[in-house]
Structures are given as C-alpha cells and as structure tokens.
C-alpha cells in the first residue's frame, strides 16, 4: 500500500531520530548544509513570485517545492531533529542519550546557518549586481522584511516576544506535520502531497521557521536593513528556535507517539455468554 498506518510512520520516526543521533558529524554537517541552502533557495523563489506578480499567496502555494526536494534527498532541518530525535530518547533505543540528541541539535544548526548564509551572500551579489548597485525589487524586500520581523516585534515590548513564540510554535507544528508527512507514503507522490500542504500553509500564514529566518535576516542586514544583529538574534532567532522545538515536539511528536506507539490500556469487550453457561469473571 502507498499510504502507511500510524504504526507504521510513526515507528519510522522514531528509526530516523536514532539514525539522526548516530550519525557522522561530517554527514550531519553536509546535510544540513545542503538543507539550509535550498530551503533559501526556495524562500528566494517564493518572495520573487510574490514581488513579481503582487499575489503572496501565489508564492507561498511554490514554497514547499524547496521542501520537498531537502527532503527526497535526505537532508536534514532544525526543525525536523527537533521533533524526530527526542523521540528516541523517549523510546529508550541502546545508546541514545541527551548529549548525543543535543549534538545533533547544534551540529544541524551551525550546518542549515552555513547553508543559508552562503546562499544570502550569493543572492545579496545577484540583487545588487556584485554590491555595485541598489538592491533589486526583490533584495529590497529582503530588507522590508527583516526590519518587520524584528523590530516590528520589539516595539510591543513582551507581548511582541510572545507572539514571535507563538509564530515559532505554530509553524513547526506544521512543518514536523510535513517531515510526518513524508514517512506516510511510500511513493514519490504520495510524500510529496503530504509534505506540500502544511508547508503552504505556515508559510501563507507568515509563521516563524528558524531556518528560513537564517536566509532572510543575514540578506536583509547585507542590503542595508534598518536593523541589527542583535535585533535579529533577540528579536528573531533565539524565541523562534525555541517556539519551533516547543511546536515540533508538543504537537507532532509526542502526540503521534503517545497516542500510536506508546498507547493506554485497551479495554477489552466480555466474552459472549452462552444461555445456561456461565462465565468466570476474570
């Protein structure tokens, strides 16, 4: 069958997350690397679509191509080790502790960082002709963008730093739905239709993914955004990196695991009684 039972993917999540913890820091590095990259790639391509045709549902319905293909090749997001690897924790697999899942968790970092920022540096080049030029239509709204999400939130104080969070939350739950979603199906069209649809959805909405933030804010500072660094780390990143693990775990992982591998008791129906026969109570 194409489409697998709860059981089925949710068992393979929980396979992945232990691979991801044992995995080589050379592999762990370059693919998260590579995973960074083109998730930029594709912020590229959906923030260009927008700007050209002025539809931004247009480019966030384009999005999730970047998505898919970081996927199909096996590459591995922040977000998506946020949800997979505690779960092996959780399970008890031989040999997986919590310094090896945090390992994981920076290596995956410091890889989609460096993969991203590459691609800012070489996108901030094409939009400005090799800095010789004024940012282009789209590399200005690079820096709309980023001015926006950072000190857009900080001029409401905490209740901006909550809804940042909450932002974060959201949108890993809908990208750990599609990292999900990939392990439903064992054919190519059936993973890529299930990863497709939550990851249109937090990107029309505007969610906070820390790994598309590490493209955006990086190109924005570098086409002359009106904010800083550290606008972006306190204002951007951190609270996002945080509300994507709280999103990911809390609404994907430990939901599907409880409730598919890691099940109560089951209640078990009487026997049928017979007339004239009677039956032991257990």
Same mark, same amino acid.
Request: charged share 10%; net charge neutral.
């Given at each position: 069958? #194409?489409?697998? !039972?709860? *059981?089925?993917? &949710?068992?393979?999540? =929980?396979?992945?997350?232990? %691979?991801?913890? +044992? ?19 594709? #912020?590229?391509? !959906?923030? *260009?679509?927008? &700007?050209?045709?002025? =539809?931004?549902?247009?480019? %966030?319905?384009? +999005? ?31 040999? =997986? ?186």
């Amino acid at each position: 069958m #194409a489409y697998l !039972a709860p *059981t089925e993917f &949710v068992t393979k999540m =929980v396979d992945a997350g232990e %691979a991801k913890i +044992f995995m080589s820091t050379r592999d762990t590095v370059i693919r998260a690397f590579m995973a960074g990259a083109i998730l930029a790639l594709a #912020a590229v391509f !959906a923030v *260009t679509v927008s &700007v050209q045709t002025g =539809v931004p549902l247009i480019g %966030a319905i384009l +999005f999730p191509v970047g998505f898919c293909m970081l996927y199909l090749l096996g590459f591995d997001l922040l977000t998506g080790v946020f949800m997979l690897t505690p779960l092996a924790l959780i399970d008890r697999r031989p040999g =997986v502790t919590l310094k090896g899942v945090l390992r994981n968790w920076g290596l995956v970092f410091l890889g989609n960082f460096a993969g991203a920022v590459t691609v800012a540096v070489m996108m901030s080049i094409i939009f400005t002709n090799g800095f010789q030029t004024e940012a282009d239509a789209v590399g200005y709204q690079m820096g709309v963008i980023g001015e926006a999400r950072t000190l857009g939130y900080a001029e409401y104080g905490a209740a901006g730093m909550l809804t940042l969070f909450i932002r974060g939350v959201l949108c890993n739950w809908m990208v750990s739905t599609g990292v999900v979603g990939a392990m439903m199906s064992n054919t190519v069209s059936g993973k890529v239709i299930a990863m497709w649809m939550p990851i249109m959805l937090f990107f029309a909405m505007q969610f906070e993914h820390s790994v598309v933030n590490m493209f955006l804010f990086p190109t924005g500072l570098m086409l002359g955004g009106e904010f800083s660094v550290l606008d972006y780390l306190i204002w951007n990143e951190i609270p996002t990196v945080v509300g994507n693990f709280v999103g990911g775990i809390t609404f994907v992982g430990l939901t599907l695991y409880t409730t598919h591998l890691r099940t109560g008791p089951k209640h078990r129906p009487a026997p049928p009684r017979t007339p004239g026969i009677n039956v032991p109570a257990e």
